[in-house]
């Protein structure tokens, strides 16, 4: 049987969703499954980061999983520190995290499990290169660059660039790019590229070196988006 590799944008808490794709890709052993980041925060109606937690270490059970860290991701992470590192004392004067996903999880996990959380988060890599025949794909949050180059910053691979236009528009010399971070819906009036398949889709340039999978999954109208390296087959919750 052969190898695929699935790529799945921004879940933002998003159960439901992530369960539909994760049914519909249907994955074996084989295949190779790549989260593109900010598997928390948001979710919608429905938000529930530990349920994505949970699936996300089942999947890496069913199939082969690789996890880019996002922004959103490393938000919480220092979030967990920060609260878990102070005395009960010191805790009262913290300030709320601005997003629901750590009440939610203080409500289920415990703090050694928060801090294995928060651990594991901040191990997760920041761009990984793919390899299918002749073709060279480039993973990461909200931007990518050339392996050769010397390492960026962490926060340009998390949040990209003040102005991305020029990278949307010409990605990177050699690779096909894949992102998240970035919801595509900015992109409606981007005369540089299309959409696959209608609006709330994923959007790709006109080199189609650049492809953004986050499709506004854990907001009104958003969607979940995956796609297969190999087939180019998309799916979309």
Same mark, same amino acid.
């Given at each position: ?26 994955? %074996? ?13 948001r979710g919608g109606d429905a938000p529930d980061p530990v349920g994505v937690y949970f ?8 199939? %082969? ?13 220092? @979030? ?11 805790r009262r004067s913290i300030q709320p995290y601005i997003y629901n996903s750590f009440d ?14 928060? *651990? ?32 960026? *910053? ?7 660039? @003040? ?19 970035? *919801?595509? %819906?900015?992109? @409606? ?16 340039? *006109?080199?189609?070196?650049? @492809? ?21 087959e998309r799916f979309y919750a």
């Amino acid at each position: 049987m052969h190898c695929r590799h699935y790529i799945i944008g921004d879940i933002h808490n998003s159960i439901k969703e992530f369960n539909s794709i994760i049914d519909q890709i249907a994955p %074996s052993r084989q295949d190779e499954i790549v989260l593109l980041g900010d598997a928390f925060d948001r979710g919608g109606d429905a938000p529930d980061p530990v349920g994505v937690y949970f699936r996300i270490c089942r999947l890496g059970m069913q199939a %082969s999983l690789r996890w880019i860290r996002g922004n959103h991701d490393q938000f919480l992470a220092e @979030y967990i520190y920060s609260y878990h590192g102070a005395c009960e004392k010191e805790r009262r004067s913290i300030q709320p995290y601005i997003y629901n996903s750590f009440d939610m999880m203080k409500d289920r996990l415990t703090q050694v499990d928060l801090l294995n959380l928060a *651990d594991l988060i901040m191990g997760l890599p920041l761009q990984i290169e793919i390899n299918i025949g002749s073709k060279k794909y480039l993973l990461a949050h909200a931007m990518t660059f050339d392996p050769a180059l010397v390492e960026q *910053d962490d926060t340009l691979y998390l949040e990209g660039l @003040y102005d991305m236009e020029e990278y949307w528009r010409q990605g990177v010399k050699g690779y096909v790019s894949l992102v998240g971070h970035t *919801d595509s %819906s900015y992109q @409606y009036n981007n005369s540089h590229g299309r959409y696959l398949d209608g609006q709330h889709s994923i959007w790709t340039n *006109d080199l189609e070196n650049v @492809y953004m999978l986050d499709c506004g999954c854990g907001l009104p109208n958003g969607r979940l988006a995956c796609i297969c390296l190999e087939t180019g087959e998309r799916f979309y919750a």
